[in-house]
């Protein structure tokens, strides 16, 4: 039903949550070549900004970025086609995300940018000093070093 009624022919394999607390930002990630993935994503408990950044370089809105406001109020759901970036900064106390995959994990394609790239200028809701990020969220690469 939800691809006959959306029109996306995506086939979902994998399902994952998350919890965060307020300042927590995953991301940007995505995967490479055969593994890249399309997603689906809702919160389930909070709230988040979720960011996608258009990775296609064929495309005319490629280094582009898309921002929306995600909640378990309206219960809207995102979905991210495969050759984007994505990332979420949680913007309450506690945040449940989830998130479905139409391809599995591959770490040895697993990729990332950046979450303050200058060259995406995404206007995060929170400021820097608030935002909490993993150790390999901090290290990721820039924008450019990837896509020259």
């Given at each position: 039903?939800?691809?006959?009624?959306?029109?996306?022919?995506?086939?979902?394999?994998?399902?994952?949550?998350?919890?965060?607390r307020k300042g927590v930002l995953r991301g940007f990630h995505f995967q490479r070549?055969?593994s890249a993935q399309a997603k689906l994503v809702r919160v389930v408990k909070g709230?988040?900004?979720?960011?996608?950044?258009?990775?296609?370089?064929?495309?005319?809105?490629?280094?582009?970025?898309?921002?929306?406001?995600?909640?378990?109020?309206?219960?809207?759901?995102?979905?991210?086609?495969?050759?984007?970036?994505?990332?979420f900064l949680s913007l309450t106390g506690e945040v449940v995300f989830s998130y479905?995959?139409?391809?599995?994990?591959?770490?040895?394609?697993?990729?990332?940018?950046?979450?303050?790239?200058?060259?995406?200028?995404?206007?995060?809701?929170?400021?820097?000093?608030?935002?909490?990020?993993?150790?390999?969220?901090?290290?990721?690469?820039?924008?450019?070093?990837?896509?020259?």
């Open positions: 039903v939800f691809n006959r009624i959306s029109g996306i022919t995506a086939e979902f394999v994998q399902e994952n949550q998350s919890v965060s070549g055969q709230e988040v900004q979720d960011v996608a950044v258009d990775l296609r370089r064929d495309s005319k809105t490629f280094g582009q970025h898309f921002s929306i406001i995600l909640n378990d109020k309206d219960n809207y759901q995102l979905y991210i086609p495969k050759g984007f970036a994505h990332a479905k995959c139409d391809a599995y994990y591959d770490a040895t394609s697993e990729s990332g940018i950046i979450y303050n790239d200058p060259v995406l200028n995404v206007r995060w809701q929170l400021p820097d000093e608030a935002i909490i990020l993993s150790g390999k969220d901090s290290n990721l690469p820039g924008f450019r070093s990837l896509f020259p």
